[in-house]
C-alpha cells in the first residue's frame, strides 16, 4: 500500500486486450488480476480493429487506435498523450512496461520522472535487425533510467544477450509469471470424449503457427511415435504447411490440427493428453506458458534445450524431458519413451502438477510483484 493505507497506482502497457491473445497480454492480465485489491490499475493498449478479449477486467482498460502494425509493434501516435492525460487523472506511482513494445517506450517517456519505471523483459528482438538498429540506443537509455527490469526466470538473464548487456545487477529482479491454473485441472466433460475419439497415446501441443514454435519437427517426428495421435492447437501463418507436411509424412490421420481451441475448452485437451509437447527451435520462446498450463494438469512436458527459460521452467527429469534443437528423431524417442513408460509419465507429471503449484501461482505472483513495487517506490534519491 502507498501513503495512508491507499492503493499503489500503476499504469500498466499491456500491448492488446483482443481475441487474439497472445503470450504477453495473457502475463498482464493474470498480473492484473493477481494484484487487483492491492493496486489502482490502469492497462493501455493497442486497438488494432479485433474484437475485445472477453471476461471481467479488474481495472481500467483504456484502448487507443494504432494505424498499423509493424513488425508486430502497433503504431498507436496517440498513445504518448493518453498516458500524459491518465496521469493527470490517476497521478501514478509505477508505469510497468512489457518488453519489446517501442510504443509503450515512447508513451512511458511523456511521464514525468517522478514516476517510478518497472519493465517485464519478455523476449529479446530477434529477427528485426533493421528495427534494432533505428531502435537500439533508445532502448539502451531507456532502460538505463528503469529502476526495475524483471525477467521471470533466472535464466532470461543468462540466455539473453541483450538483457544483459542492458541492465545493471541492481536493477535485475526475478519474479516468475503467475497463472490462474484450478479451472484447467476442473474435470471437463469433453476430456473422456477426446480419449475415445483419439485413442489412449495422445501428443497434446499448442501455439500460434510461427516459425519459431518448430511445430514443423513435431509433425515429422510423429511418424516414429508408433500409434500415437497428435493434437495440434492453434493456427498462423504456417498453418497451410504443416497440414501439407502432416498429409506427406507417415503419421497421416494420426495428425490432427485442431485449429483455435476455446479457452472453455482447453482444459479437456490438457486432460486428455497423456504428454505436452513444447518443440520451439528459437530464443523467441523464452518461457513457454502452454507448459506450466500442461504441468498443472499432472502432464510431463518434452521440450527442446533452448537454454533459456523454458528449460527453467521445465527440468530435465523432473518435470519432463529435453531434446536437442531441430531433432526430431530425438523428439520421437522422448515422446515414445514417456507414451510406453507410465511410471515414468506418472512421477514427472506429479512433480510437474507440484511445481506448477508452488512457483507459478497467482498468489505467487502477488508475492513477488508487490515486494518489487514496494522496493522500487522505496529507492531513495534520483534516477539515472
Excluded at 14 to 42: K, M, P, Q, S, W
Excluded at 154 to 161: D, I, L, N, Q, R
Excluded at 197 to 209: E, M
Excluded at 293 to 299: D, L, N, P, V
Aim: glycine share 8%; charged share 20%.
Amino acid at each position: 500500500m502507498s501513503a495512508a493505507g491507499a492503493p499503489l497506482r500503476v499504469l500498466q502497457f499491456g500491448r492488446f486486450a483482443d481475441v487474439n491473445v497472445g503470450g504477453t497480454e495473457r502475463v498482464v492480465e493474470n498480473l492484473v488480476h493477481a494484484l487487483a485489491r492491492d493496486i489502482e490499475c490502469v492497462n493501455l493498449v493497442a486497438d488494432r480493429g479485433l474484437p475485445p478479449r472477453g471476461g471481467d477486467w479488474p481495472c481500467t482498460l483504456v484502448r487507443t487506435r494504432a494505424l498499423a502494425t509493424v513488425a508486430s509493434t502497433p503504431l498507436c501516435p496517440a498513445m504518448p498523450g493518453i498516458a500524459r492525460e491518465l496521469h493527470r487523472r490517476h497521478d501514478f506511482q509505477i508505469a510497468h512496461l512489457h518488453f519489446p513494445d517501442p510504443v509503450s517506450h515512447l508513451a512511458a517517456l511523456a511521464l514525468p520522472r517522478s514516476v517510478r519505471t518497472v519493465i517485464t523483459w519478455h523476449s529479446g528482438i530477434v529477427r528485426q535487425k533493421n528495427l534494432l538498429r533505428l531502435y537500439g540506443p533508445f532502448l539502451r537509455r531507456f532502460v538505463a533510467r528503469a529502476d526495475a527490469v524483471v525477467a521471470a526466470t533466472p535464466a532470461h538473464f543468462e540466455s539473453m544477450p541483450q538483457l544483459a548487456a542492458l541492465t545493471r545487477p541492481g536493477q535485475r529482479a526475478v519474479v516468475p509469471f503467475g497463472f490462474e491454473l484450478a479451472h484447467l485441472r476442473k474435470p471437463h466433460p469433453h476430456a473422456a470424449e477426446l480419449r475415445r475419439r483419439h485413442g489412449a497415446r495422445i501428443v497434446f501441443a499448442l501455439g500460434r503457427h510461427v516459425y519459431y514454435k518448430g511445430f514443423e519437427y513435431l509433425v515429422r517426428a510423429m511418424s516414429a511415435v508408433p500409434d500415437a495421435v497428435l493434437l495440434l492447437g492453434g493456427q498462423g501463418p504456417l498453418t497451410g504447411e504443416l497440414k501439407r507436411a502432416a498429409a506427406q509424412g507417415g503419421a497421416g490421420a494420426r495428425i490432427v490440427l485442431t485449429g483455435p481451441i476455446p479457452e472453455a475448452d482447453l482444459g479437456a485437451y490438457y486432460q486428455a493428453c497423456d504428454v505436452f509437447c513444447l518443440p520451439s527451435v528459437e530464443p523467441s520462446e523464452a518461457f513457454g506458458i502452454v507448459q506450466v498450463e500442461a504441468m498443472s494438469c499432472g502432464k510431463p512436458v518434452v521440450c527442446a534445450n533452448l537454454k533459456n527459460g523454458v528449460n527453467w521452467v521445465n527440468p530435465d527429469g523432473v518435470t519432463g524431458l529435453t531434446v536437442p534443437l531441430r531433432d526430431e528423431r530425438a523428439l520421437a524417442i522422448a515422446l515414445a519413451r514417456l507414451l510406453d513408460d507410465a511410471a515414468l509419465r506418472s512421477s514427472l507429471g506429479a512433480a510437474a502438477a507440484k511445481r506448477a503449484e508452488e512457483t507459478f501461482s497467482l498468489g505467487a505472483l502477488r508475492e513477488g510483484m508487490l515486494a518489487l513495487y514496494r522496493r522500487v517506490l522505496a529507492q531513495p534519491g534520483p534516477r539515472p
